[in-house]
């Protein structure tokens, strides 16, 4: 009899955590069907900065809408506040179950309209957090680019299946116009849902000119496509834009000013994938900022190894001479290629693996006046510290607060809507 009740109560106590999951997936469903709008931002680069534009959209439309990013700087910021919330972690980590609590968090506060940036990275759970936690009517596909290869690759076809795999049912897909294009299309029309091609090229640069931070066509693009499908004017999206805040990882040039001392760092450590930073690189020179022998630090992290054999093979090599230092850990692969002859554009080589802040400064210093200082890679390990220290070399002790634009000039914003008027391939079902 003894065993019996034993038994019964191992039973019992084993059904626990199954009815609690039940009450909390109940309680989920309850809250999302008040949020009328749900938005999911996935894709490579730049989710982040295109979160904060489509938030800034529907908030400029009159929406009680919260928005989360979880990029350089995990963060949570609502209509009715100019102050952003960090989020903090539990103490098991990062989890999609975090974006439950985001939502109940969301529906207390009294929102309607919820725009997120995907925080999963594996297939199973990017399937997991769009169709089972967040049931976004909306998807935004950003790009699909050579990153997180070793969770959701090797290839570029894998990284497309796993993307396409969160379209959602009977919703809308707003997706690039790109060599899987076709393949999205298709998938949206199994699970009948609509498709929104965007081209970058629809947006004018002296629409980009007026963001005071570096933003690119495709980030514009694609909110402006999310805007459309949630049938909001292109007036109140160019706007909305504009008044974005940027994120932590927008791409910033950041004058140091000390006697002795005349640098400019360039804070592009958020793209962190060789097509990403060339394009930074690109834009870099268009801007005719002084790029003569520049000081390039790439940031190695031990867990993003493959990052750096791309970096070494795909992205380095193409920058022209530059004086390059090597931080963070791990940074055999370039090492390696140095040793090769791989990076014969590298005329100053330096090589402070697992070095303090202290010794890398003590090092970098020296080095930097006259020449623009790029920091590449990744932000996190050594890199959020790495930047402090530098903001500490200024005079002014801290780099520039960016406002954003609050009256953009009418002239430009009739001239970028006469565009996306005209636009013949721009737009596409």
Known sequence: MEQWKRLILLVLLSLIPL???????????????????????????????????????????????????????????????????????????????????????AVKRGANALVCECMAVRPDYQVAYQHHIIKADVLAIVNVLEDHLDEMGPTLEQLAW???????????????????????????????????????????????????????????????????????????????????????????????????????????????????TLEIWEYLHQENIPMEMPVVVMNCRPDRVDRSYQFARDCLPYMGPIQLVVIGEMTAPIRRARRRGKLKNVKVYKELQGKSVEEIMSVLVPMLNGHVLVGVGNIHGIGEEFIEALYGLDEQGQPGVFAAAKDPPAEVIRAQIKRLEQWDGGWKK
């Not at 979160?51 to 439309?61: C, K, P, Q, Y």
């Not at 609502?78 to 109940?104: A, H």
């Not at 999205?184 to 609509?194: L, Q």
């Open 19 to 105: 009815v609690l999951l039940i009450i909390e997936k109940r309680q989920n469903e309850r809250n999302l069907k008040k949020l009328k709008i749900r938005v999911n931002v996935n894709g490579i680069r730049g989710k982040s900065t295109i979160t904060r534009m489509i938030f800034s959209i529907l908030r400029e439309a009159g929406c009680q809408v919260v928005g989360k990013t979880t990029g350089t700087a995990a963060r949570m910021f609502y209509w009715d506040q100019s102050e952003e919330e960090e989020l903090k972690r539990l103490p098991r980590g990062v989890s999609i179950s975090e974006q439950i609590r985001v939502i109940r968090k």
């Open 162 to 276: 796993a993307f396409a795999d969160t379209i959602p049912y009977n919703g809308t897909a707003v997706v690039p116009d790109c060599e899987f294009t076709d393949y999205f299309r298709r998938i949206a029309a199994e699970r009948g849902s609509r498709i929104l091609v965007i081209n970058p090229e629809m947006i004018s640069q002296e629409y980009l000119d007026l963001f005071p931070y570096k933003v690119f066509d495709n980030n514009c693009a694609m909110a402006l496509g999310v805007a459309r499908a949630l049938g909001i004017d292109d007036e109140t999206s160019l706007r909305g834009m504009l008044k974005a805040a940027p994120d932590p990882g927008a791409l910033q040039v950041i004058p140091l000013r000390r006697e002795g001392l005349q640098t400019w760092f360039v804070n592009a450590f958020a793209a962190n994938e060789p097509a990403s």
